[in-house]
């Protein structure tokens, strides 16, 4: 193998990391963080579409209690959950 064609390689591994690796790993870190700031109140998105106000929050557990209509609540996984639309305000101690 030739320097040149080395060189090359690793250039183009490079251009891989910094335009595909790095933002997508920035992208479940702000996920991540989305998911670990949800509290009771909040209206989310799920990635199904389903739009709702989450009532229950448990940290031990990987669901939360979403409810999507008037008395109709829905157990959820967080990480199916897209975005959050409206952020409550924290409670004041």
Not at 11 to 40: E, N, S, T, V, W
Not at 69 to 85: E, L, M, P
Request: avoid cysteine; charged fraction near 25%.
């Amino acid at each position: 193998m030739r320097p040149a064609d080395l060189i090359m390689l690793l250039a183009i591994f490079g251009i891989m990391y910094f335009l595909l690796i790095r933002p997508q790993q920035k992208k479940l870190k702000d996920h991540q963080a989305m998911l670990a700031a949800l509290r009771r109140g909040d209206q989310i998105v799920t990635q199904g579409g389903v739009v709702g106000k989450v009532t229950k929050v448990k940290d031990d557990s990987d669901e939360i209690e979403v409810e999507i209509a008037s008395g109709v609540n829905v157990r959820v996984v967080k990480h199916t959950i897209a975005t959050v639309r409206s952020k409550t305000e924290p409670a004041k101690s």
